[in-house]
């Protein structure tokens, strides 16, 4: 009875009994622990305001607390065209609503990346998102710049022709 807490342990116990009151006598339990909590994605590259003749690889740490445990992230990237805006689906930017592509990570989500094909940019804005997921299915649900006191998660970007070399000889 009462309402689940977030962190809490409980236990399940289920037995059957037929329509004779017949009572199962073995029955299965399971345990499993309530979490409610979002978990958080702090976007590290690339930075908030930059002006980048080369996207590098957009990453970032993630955070969940006890006992949320990380299953994945994902990043939202948007092209900040004047009237429209498209949003990456992995494959260009076609997508007219929010959506996300998941990272990679080689340290179990305490840190994440995730390499853009470069050559799909435009001389445009982009903004990029990072969102967290944990095992229990929340969603990092807040978005702020990484400029803000305790790091952000949503980071636009320009990107700009690389500088071009020049020679003059006489």
Do not use: C, H, M
């Amino acid at each position: 009875t009462g309402a689940f807490v977030d962190g809490g342990q409980y236990r399940v116990v289920a037995r059957a009994r037929d329509r004779a009151t017949n009572l199962q006598t073995a029955y299965s339990t399971s345990n499993f622990t309530f979490d409610t909590t979002n978990p958080t994605a702090n976007l590290a590259n690339p930075v908030d305001g930059a002006t980048l003749p080369t996207l590098p690889t957009i990453s970032g740490a993630d955070a969940d607390a006890s006992p949320g445990q990380v299953n994945f992230v994902e990043v939202g990237i948007k092209e900040n065209l004047p009237g429209s805006g498209l949003w990456w689906n992995a494959a260009a930017f076609a997508v007219a609503v929010e959506t996300y592509v998941v990272t990679a990570t080689t340290n179990s989500w305490a840190s994440w990346y995730y390499a853009f094909p470069g050559s799909y940019l435009n001389l445009n804005t982009y903004l990029v998102k990072a969102r967290t997921v944990d095992r229990a299915g929340n969603r990092t649900t807040v978005f702020v710049s990484s400029t803000s006191p305790n790091g952000g998660n949503s980071n636009t970007f320009t990107f700009s022709s690389p500088a071009s070399e020049t020679t003059v000889t006489n």
